[in-house]
């Protein structure tokens, strides 16, 4: 069974750059068939896409995001990478990890909280 794993700093100063990494197990981050993607939900907010990469490293952005957002995988350690810069405190969130072919696999969520 594919198990995510989300790992983030935790507390971070606005304009600061931020980066959550997922551990893949039971499965890979090469798999073709799959697509892994960056999910946040906000405080009394609903689900937001962020982002996804995909075969052959393609990457798919909200357009929201996209001049902050990179999304980058590791094949050898198992891990794909979120970056968001230029934070604000709208970026505090709950941030998941999500793959699979139709998000099936999901991380239990790390928090990020951004304050000064």
């Known amino acids: 069974q594919v198990q995510l794993e989300e790992s983030g700093p935790g507390l971070v100063k606005p304009s600061q750059t931020v980066s959550i990494t997922c551990t893949v197990s039971g499965g890979s981050v090469g798999d073709i068939n799959y697509a892994w993607d960056w999910i946040r939900q906000s405080p009394g907010k609903g689900l937001e896409w962020m982002g996804a990469?995909?075969?052959?490293?393609?990457?798919y952005y909200n357009p929201s995001l996209e001049s902050r957002t990179s999304i980058s995988r590791d094949t050898s350690k198992n891990q794909f990478t979120l970056q968001l810069s230029a934070v604000t405190p709208e970026d505090t969130a709950v941030y998941y990890c999500?793959?699979?072919?139709?998000?099936?696999?999901w991380g239990s969520g790390t928090q990020v909280t951004v304050s000064s």
């Open positions: 990469i995909s075969q052959r490293d393609i990457t």
């Open positions: 999500v793959g699979g072919v139709a998000y099936e696999y």
